[in-house]
């Protein structure tokens, strides 16, 4: 025989009224007929009001523009692996001014390690920098890459003069045990 179930704990207990709630049918005529949640009313009241002051609601709210800098005198620092090149262009206090990489140029792969990569990026960084009115550069070469001396020749191509060129390539003074040598 199967005795009756007790209720569980947090279930209503009969003859107790349940939380009167109208039919599904009765909720959707309630939607079409226009009554809007009241996020959706307070969002449409501010809508026209941002529409009458000329500015479209979709746009956000302007963030910091890019201001030009006149920057006669730059520091480039080119920094050159085996992998890829890159070279930012920076003012005196150390603030980049542009960049640019072999694979920002769009090369991929073992071709960003070549020296066309890297002159072509560095015509693109110095490019950006004669926007800024960069007209002499100080160049900073750091890493055993080949696009060392590719880079400094483009910067020179592109009519930025370089004033100085600084080997800045970090050397260990008995530090890190290095790769072992490879087998090709």
Excluded at 85 to 90: A, F, G, L, M
Excluded at 148 to 165: C, F, N, P
């Amino acid at each position: 025989m199967a005795e009756p179930k007790e209720p569980k704990e947090g279930a209503a207990k009969e003859g107790a009224p349940k939380a009167e709630r109208p039919p599904k049918a009765a909720r959707k005529a309630d939607a079409k007929e226009g009554a809007a949640p009241p996020a959706k009313e307070a969002a449409a009241k501010e809508a026209p009001a941002a529409a009458a002051e000329g500015a479209p609601a979709a746009r956000r709210a302007p963030g910091k523009k890019k201001e030009k800098k006149n920057v006669p005198f730059a520091i480039a620092n080119v920094h050159a692996s085996f992998n890829n090149t890159v070279i930012s262009i920076t003012d005196q206090a150390g603030n980049v001014l542009s960049w640019s990489s072999a694979g920002c140029i769009g090369f991929k792969g073992s071709r960003k390690g070549t020296p066309f990569a890297a002159q072509l990026a560095a015509q693109a960084a110095g490019n950006a920098a004669k926007e800024h009115g960069v007209r002499q550069v100080e160049v900073r070469v750091k890493g055993p890459g080949a696009g060392r001396e590719s880079s400094i020749r483009a910067m020179q191509a592109i009519g930025l003069e370089v004033k100085a060129i600084k080997d800045i390539t970090p050397i260990p003074h008995n530090g890190c045990r290095p790769p072992k040598r490879r087998r090709v």
